[in-house]
């Protein structure tokens, strides 16, 4: 069974097949729910789900390859053949999907000439390596092996990037030789320079917008003239950066009817569609993006609900019954459908009885490093979390203190004191000091997101450059990574009721007698991450719009679940609250 094209429609095995696709993560979703998100896809009336595949997750050191778990990439698509899904998969390697560093591996970027998405060869050994092992698991899943992967993208929107041929020919042409024969395309903004850079002559295009789908699929014929349309990304809702109010459209809008009567608009053209997303799911750990080139740099929230037909949880959104009600004008779709919410509980208030500093626990968590400067995260072998640096410097002495090339924030202290904070999407990275002595100068900087998207990509994180005072650099440094990737050495005591200043862990008890999907609030709770039995939840912010973590059922167990929350800057109350609905904003 070929996917291929007649000069108006997809054919299927040679039958006429308009491609009814939505976009799901599997690594942004619970094993145990892919069922459950499918099949919801199913009675929609689907007949596809599209996934990326997030290499930096599945190479996160160079030459270790993970295929487990949330990764297990091979039971996802068997599912959704189960399922009766077709699977359109977009290996990348490069994903944007508001995925730190649009899913490249940050140990790209210890290599200080690194150019990514191009000919660099370096960069390209890399992508082959990755190739080799990935792309065997999904060949004997194609459509043409009597699989249900009908298609597979090449790169992902490169004319929003570049225009390197030899790097596309050289992802096309690695495809082919992995034994990939199936349909392959790319998908681009609907604009002359994205079609222009970002497209092969043999290679099918497709394009992806919101709105105004007339516009954009005329776009399109003036560089494909004949061939199916479609829109491999209808964005169905849009994301959240901290500090905005939640989206519901790309455009800002609170309706969706814009977006309705554009779904109208595609279908009476007759074109095939992908909706983005269709179910979003969680950026948990780390995972998260960030947006920068050319606006200030902004990082990308937990949650990844996207406002789209099946919400955080799995629960259908007014999307879902609106989208569907324009579908069954034009296609034929179950006429029944049994999608039911998943459990909700609130379990209450829980108190946090335990409590450690980070200063205090840094031998435990990180292998401190001699440095002669303040070099990025990356030089050191790190790829998420944290990372403090620590120095002497003399006095007395008055002046500026600079981070230059802070990426993202840092919290300053002297002899274990707070004296300010620096952002870099404000741009506020220096501070006057009055140093009367000798003292201990540490830097605590967070990793908020890697740029996923534009010309900001290669984006290191910690200090880029170094620190100054009056435009001397300090140098001696020692450096302590702060992956958090094992917490198991902190050493707990009783909570310390006196308001803490301090970056402090606090570990908490939740007993749960049937487990339940719930939402994590921190009322009083300033700014941090979360983990609950081992698994980080993710990042929270007082500053929202997001003010829930989503808690999935299967990471819960019965009796007791342990609960430790890294706090940065301190806490008003030491109470956190497990509720049956989310709030995003």
């Known amino acids: ?77 068997e599912t959704a053949n189960d399922v009766g899904l077709k699977v359109i998969v977009r290996p990348g390697p490069y994903i944007c ?25 370096p960069y390209l050994a890399a992508v082959d390596r990755f190739f080799d092992v990935l792309l065997p698991k999904l060949a004997p899943f194609q459509s043409t092996k009597g699989g249900p992967i009908i ?6 929107e490169y004319g929003s990037y570049g225009n390197d041929k030899v790097y596309l020919r050289h992802l096309t042409d690695g495809m082919r030789s992995h034994g990939i024969d199936s349909f392959l395309f790319t998908s681009d903004g609907p604009r002359d320079i994205c079609l222009q850079g970002g497209t092969l002559p043999d290679v099918f295009k497709t394009v992806n917008f919101a709105f105004d789908a007339k516009e954009a699929f005329a776009k399109l014929r003036e560089y494909q003239p004949d061939g199916p349309l479609m829109v491999m990304e209808f964005w169905s809702g849009w994301f959240d950066h901290w500090g905005e109010p939640h989206h519901i459209s790309e455009d800002g809008s609170e309706s969706i009817q814009r977006s309705l009567d554009t779904l109208n608009e595609i279908l009476a053209m007759g074109a095939s569609i992908n909706f983005y997303m269709f179910h979003g799911g969680t950026n948990f750990g780390f995972m998260n993006g960030a947006n920068c080139d050319p606006s200030p740099y902004q990082a990308d929230v937990t949650s990844y609900d996207y406002a789209c037909p099946l919400s955080e949880s799995g629960d259908l959104s007014p999307r879902y019954e609106g989208y569907r009600e324009v579908l069954k004008k034009y296609v034929e779709i179950p006429a029944t459908f049994d999608v039911r919410p998943s459990t909700k509980r609130a379990y209450g208030s829980i ?171 921190l009322p009083g709770w300033t700014k941090g991450v979360v983990w609950l039995n081992g698994f980080n939840l993710g990042r929270y912010w007082e500053r929202g719009a997001q003010k829930t973590l989503y808690v999935p059922a299967p990471l819960l167990k019965r009796g007791a679940n342990e609960l430790i929350v890294f706090e940065l800057h301190g806490t008003g109350q030491l109470t956190v609250e497990f509720r049956a609905a989310p709030e995003l904003g």
């Not at 108006?8 to 308009?18: A, D, I, M």
């Open 1 to 77: 069974m070929t996917l291929t094209t007649s000069s108006t429609q997809f054919l299927l095995n040679e039958k006429p097949f308009r491609i009814l696709s939505g976009a799901m993560h599997y690594f942004r979703v619970v094993p145990e729910y892919w069922r459950d998100r499918l099949e919801k896809m199913r009675a929609f009336g689907l007949n596809t789900v599209e996934t990326y595949v997030p290499w930096n997750l599945h190479e996160p050191r160079p030459g270790e390859f993970h295929f487990d778990g949330m990764l297990d990439i091979v039971k996802f698509i």
């Open 97 to 121: 999907s508001e995925w730190d560093f649009g899913g490249l591996p940050s140990w790209l970027l210890k290599d200080p000439d690194m150019q990514i998405r191009c000919a660099y060869p």
């Open 151 to 156: 298609a597979m993208q090449v790169e992902n």
């Open 351 to 521: 108190e946090m009885t335990e409590s450690v500093g980070l200063l205090e626990s840094l031998d435990g968590l990180s292998q401190v490093r001699l440095s002669v400067n303040a070099h990025p995260m990356e030089m050191y072998d790190q790829d998420y979390g944290f990372i403090l640096y620590r120095t002497k410097v003399t006095g007395p002495r008055m002046g500026i203190l600079r981070v230059r090339g802070l990426h993202d924030r840092a919290q300053v202290f002297i002899n274990g004191e707070l004296v300010d904070v620096f952002d870099r999407e404000s741009g506020n990275e220096y501070s006057a000091v009055d140093i009367v002595n000798d003292v201990q100068l540490d830097i605590l900087v967070e990793n908020m997101g890697r740029v996923n998207f534009g010309p900001a990509m290669l984006d290191r994180k910690g200090i880029t450059d170094g620190v100054t005072i009056n435009d001397q650099y300090q140098f001696g440094w020692e450096v302590f990574p702060l992956p958090l990737s094992d917490l198991s050495k902190l050493m707990f005591s009783e909570v310390n009721t006196a308001p803490q200043h301090q970056p402090t862990f606090y570990r908490g008890t939740l007993q749960v007698d049937e487990p339940a999907d719930t939402f994590l609030a």
